[in-house]
C-alpha cells in the first residue's frame, strides 16, 4: 500500500477518536514516516500485524470524514480566509496610495487581523 | 433530567457518529421537543428505555466534543466571520461617504460575500 498524505489531515481530525494503540501505529507510519517493518520491529509484533492495523485505523478515519465531513468543511474556511485575508490588503494599498482614510485603514487592518488569527 | 440546549448543537455536528436508533430518540428529544413520555409511546419502549438511550447518547456527544473540540472551533470561526462582516460594511459606508473608490468598493463586497457564504 502507497502513503496516502491525506490521511495526515483526517488524523490530525480525528485521531483521537481512534484507540489509543491504533494511533500510535497509524502516526508512526503517517507523521513520523516509518516503514511497516520498522513499525513492527518498536512494537514487536509481525508487519501483517501493522498493516491490519493501520488498515483499520484508515477506515474508520474514512467512515469519520463520510459521516461528518468536518476536513471538508474547515479546508472551505481556510480557504475563504485567506481570499478575505488577501482583499483586506488590497483595500489597505488602494486606501494608502490614493486618499488615506483612517477609518478605512483600521477596519482593514481589523478583518486582516481576525483572519490571520483563525487561520493560525 | 432538564433540556440542555448544547446538546442541539453537539447533535447537528457528531449526530451521525450515533446508532441510527439513538440518532432517531435523541433528535426527537431535542430537535422536535418531544417528551420521554411522547417517545415511549412512539417507539413502544419505557420511559426509563428513553432515559437511558438519551443519557448514552449525550455522553457519547460529551465525550467527541472532548476530543475533537470541533463545535468550540467552529463557533470561534462564525463569530470571527460575523465581525469580519461587521468591518467589511463599516469599510463599504465610509468609502460611500468621503470618497468613492471602485476598488474599495469591490474588495469589501468580495470580503462581504465570502464570510456570508462560510457563515450560512
Redesign the interface.
Known sequence: MGKNLEFSSLLD??G??LTEKQREVIKYYYNEDLSLSEIAYNHGISRQGVRDAIKRAEEQLLD?EK??G?VK?FR??LK??E??CL??R??KE??KK??F?K??YN??Q??EK??L??LE
Open positions: 481530525f480525528y483521537d477518536m469519520m459521516k461528518l468536518l468543511k472551505e474556511m475563504g480566509l481570499e478575505i482583499e483586506a488590497k483595500i488602494c486606501n490614493f486618499i482614510s477609518d478605512i477596519c482593514a481589523e478583518i481576525v483572519a488569527e483563525l
